[in-house]
């Protein structure tokens, strides 16, 4: 059988449905993710019970993959009574393991603001959270911009997983295309393409979006890390 | 009657499965490092095309999900070639080939890092580019790249945990056979959780040992 790509084109609708279903779940799970990341990123650079707490949240949440994690929240949490809808869990799954991967960002974000201007706050008498709102977030998620984005860029991948869990999102409706056109390398050939596509778009956004928040600054911001987010993966 | 209890076959069964997930993970992680970093010097040399087209191919295989990429080895290269794979071969060709991208990435910026003049001054010295690789390049790109190649370690042994689903018998799936059995979810996820996270931070453990053997001798004298 040659490659055809002609094939997919009566079942364009069901993909377009998937994916639509796969932005979603991402949408909900990065802005969930992001919330996390703030709060347990600032918690992480304090010391105390706290601090502990937001270190070894992180630790577990990095160190056990990914679908592990899923299937402990979609099948082992009905079992001591909470259940939870395959929509929801995926939501919840990438909030969990997007907050432990971006709260290293914001955290090392925050390490990276000069002592003084934090100082100088203080002199000037602002309350504690009100120097976190108005000086260190401002300024830490402004540096944090870009690998936040590859953080995000890799929950769009991971988020192929909980097709795992009975979720149509688009690698779920691909498998269900590719088992009746039995044409499996079109199809995820053209998956595959797609998801990089999109996360190739996101990239780019997020370096838009990044040159604006840093416009004001005289490197544009150029100063960022020369590895880091290039494997900050989520699996 | 129905055996639902846990036995201590099943600490074998989970043992054995993480020695699957364990051998995959360093057979493939092994075959990545040599692929990827070879495709950085090729990248280095700026060889015409080759360089381009490897530099495409991988940048493909990091921004997609390794789940597509399992499905389309497994699933969709046999019905391209008539030629069925086994479960065993296409997840040690997927997670190299990926493995490889993201170790590409890294060996290029490590590449990088080292500074011009080098180059220049081995070159006045009549080194060959592969004793250029060996002795200039390679030892120097390895230091700035041993943090980040941790990191990756680290992320592509949990990476091996998709291949329960083209039906390779690696942990995940050794708790699913057993989930299947004792209908405990709860308790058999949260020990394979346990189990890869011990996994997880050993790793990390040896790598970072092995970083500081690395820099130990640009670390400072303390003067």
């Known amino acids: 059988m040659p490659f055809d790509l002609t094939v997919l084109t009566p079942h364009l609708d069901t993909l377009l449905a998937g994916a639509l279903l796969t932005a979603g779940v991402c949408a909900l799970g990065i802005a969930a993710a992001f919330a996390l990341a703030t709060a347990l990123g600032v918690l992480a650079v304090g010391g105390g019970w706290a601090g502990r707490l937001a270190r070894l949240y992180v630790d577990v949440f990095r160190n056990v993959p990914f679908v592990v994690q899923v299937f402990f929240l979609f099948y082992g949490l009905p079992e001591v009574g909470v259940y939870i809808d395959a929509f929801w869990t995926g939501v919840l799954a990438l909030g969990l393991v997007g907050g432990a991967y971006g709260s290293d960002v914001v955290r090392s974000g925050i390490l990276a603001i000069e002592p003084g201007v934090v100082e100088a706050a203080k002199v000037g008498g602002l309350s504690r959270p009100a120097i976190i709102r108005r000086i260190v977030l401002p300024i830490a998620l402004r540096t944090a911009i870009r690998p936040l984005g590859s953080v995000f860029v890799n929950l769009v991948l991971s988020s192929s997983i909980l097709s795992m869990i009975t979720l149509d999102e688009v690698t779920g409706t691909a498998r269900g295309v590719a088992s009746e056109t039995y044409r499996p390398f079109e199809v995820y050939a053209f998956l595959l393409a797609a998801y990089a596509g999109l996360t190739y778009a996101v990239s780019l956004g997020i370096d838009a979006l990044h040159r604006r928040l840093n416009r004001h600054m005289a490197d544009n911001g150029a100063a960022r890390g020369a590895a880091p987010g290039a494997m900050e993966g989520t699996a | ?223």
């Open chain 2, 1 to 223: 009657m129905r055996h639902a209890g846990f036995t201590w076959h099943d600490g074998a069964l989970l043992a054995q499965g993480l020695g699957v997930s364990l051998g995959l993970f360093a057979g493939t992680f092994l075959i990545g490092l040599i692929l990827g970093s070879g495709a950085a010097v090729v990248r280095h040399f700026r060889v015409p095309a080759l360089g381009t087209l490897l530099h495409t191919g991988l940048e493909l295989l990091r921004n997609s999900p390794v789940l597509v990429q399992l499905f389309l080895v497994f699933f969709g290269v046999p019905a391209l070639i008539h030629q069925p794979l086994t479960p065993v071969f296409a997840a040690g060709l997927t997670l190299s080939a990926n493995t490889a991208a993201f170790v590409y990435f890294i060996a290029v910026a490590g590449l990088d890092a080292v500074g011009r003049d080098q180059v220049e001054a081995a070159r006045a010295f009549g080194l060959s580019r592969i004793q250029l690789v060996r002795h200039i390049l390679g030892p120097q790109a390895l230091t700035f790249a041993v943090a980040p190649l941790v990191g990756l370690a680290v992320n592509q042994l949990q990476v091996t945990s998709l291949v329960s689903v083209i039906g390779v018998v690696d942990l995940t799936k050794a708790g699913d056979i057993l989930n299947l059995r004792t209908l405990r979810p709860f308790a058999v996820w949260a020990m394979v959780g346990v189990l890869y996270f011990a996994a997880a931070k050993t790793l990390t453990l040896l790598g970072n040992r092995w970083e500081r053997r690395l820099r130990a001798h640009a670390a400072p004298l303390g003067l």
